[in-house]
């Protein structure tokens, strides 16, 4: 930037950098989406297509930004994680947030004609809001990730018994409010086998766990896995289970930690960087509260390519 009389202006700008040796969690969110639901005629409780775009709106947002190194979405929202050693933008809070929602935006407008072909967008158009969150440890990210994904079976849980109870039930959406009131997770499965024989656990994994997000490298056996491997008996794989219950804490897990790693030297972290940006974007709706999830993955925690 050219000097000039005009420069003093820059004095005004306040540093926004985040603190060093921090997970980074930008989460962004729909703004006013409950509308835009309404105008676009989703499906309830769910619309697989509306999932999916927001899916593939994350995936791009995970190939032009290899610095990142997951992401987790639920309905109209997404948290992506940057490494605690990522040092994008100088960790400027406002440039992540910034260029996190106006590329996940950019490419949920885009695909828009892919998911809803017979639907085109009018004003006012999709927008998204974000903030950066910090977490200090790799218990305090895997804690915050778990409590997305128990939120996202809550919350559709109880989306599901609602919507059941005005489709099918005849009721209209005061009424199934006020009967769903003080209820826990038994109640609405019950509600939904003994009245409309929908059985829970044979809802789509999509809708009661989310998506999660990562570069698709080699995965690494479980411990468990590689003592089976010797076993005569045949290996069974370990059974993922979301909780049943309205509330759930995924504090008693073993505690985790990342390997610390030496940082690269150039050379090596332009590799790395290259293999990232090569890397398949795996979408998947599994569990990611147990341990499996991270012991198969370590590089998600270790912020490098394998």
Same mark, same amino acid.
């Given at each position: 930037m050219a000097n000039s009389k005009y420069e003093y202006v820059r004095s005004f700008e306040q540093p926004d950098v985040l603190l060093p040796n921090t997970w980074i969690v930008v989460r962004i969110d729909g703004r006013g989406f409950h509308k835009l639901t309404t105008k676009y005629n989703f499906e309830k409780p769910n619309d697989r297509r509306a999932l999916d775009l927001m899916n593939a709106a994350a995936a791009g947002v995970m190939k032009e930004l290899p610095d990142l190194v997951a992401a987790y979405g639920v309905s109209d929202e997404f948290s992506f994680v940057f490494h605690k050693d990522c040092t994008l933008f100088e960790r400027r809070a406002s440039k992540l947030t910034t260029t996190i929602v106006s590329t996940f935006t950019s490419y949920y407008?885009?695909? *828009?004609?892919?998911y809803f072909p017979t639907t085109p967008l009018s004003a006012p158009l999709p927008t998204f809001d974000g903030r950066a969150v910090l977490y200090p440890s790799v218990r305090n990210l895997r804690d915050y990730m778990s409590w997305r994904q128990v939120d996202c079976h809550i919350n559709n849980l109880y989306n599901t018994t609602f *919507?059941?109870?005005?489709?099918?039930g005849g009721l209209d959406s005061q009424q199934a409010e006020k009967e769903l009131m003080g209820t826990v997770s038994s109640d609405k499965n019950e509600i939904l086998f003994s009245r409309f024989k929908i059985n829970y656990n044979n809802e789509p994994d999509i809708f009661k766990k989310g998506t999660v997000l990562y570069r698709d490298f080699t995965i690494a056996p479980t411990p468990s896995q590689e003592s089976a491997s010797t076993d005569p008996a045949p290996s069974q794989a370990p059974k993922v289970v979301v909780p049943t219950t309205d509330s759930t #804490?995924? #504090?008693t897990s073993t505690p985790v930690t990342a390997a610390r790693t030496p940082p690269l030297s150039k050379t090596a972290a332009e590799k790395d960087r290259k293999r990232r940006l090569k890397a398949r974007i795996a979408i998947e709706h599994i569990d990611i509260i147990k341990d499996d999830f991270w012991d198969q993955r370590p590089w998600i925690l270790t912020g490098k390519a394998p």
């Open positions: 407008v885009f695909l *828009w004609p892919t *919507w059941a109870l005005i489709q099918h #804490s995924a #504090s």
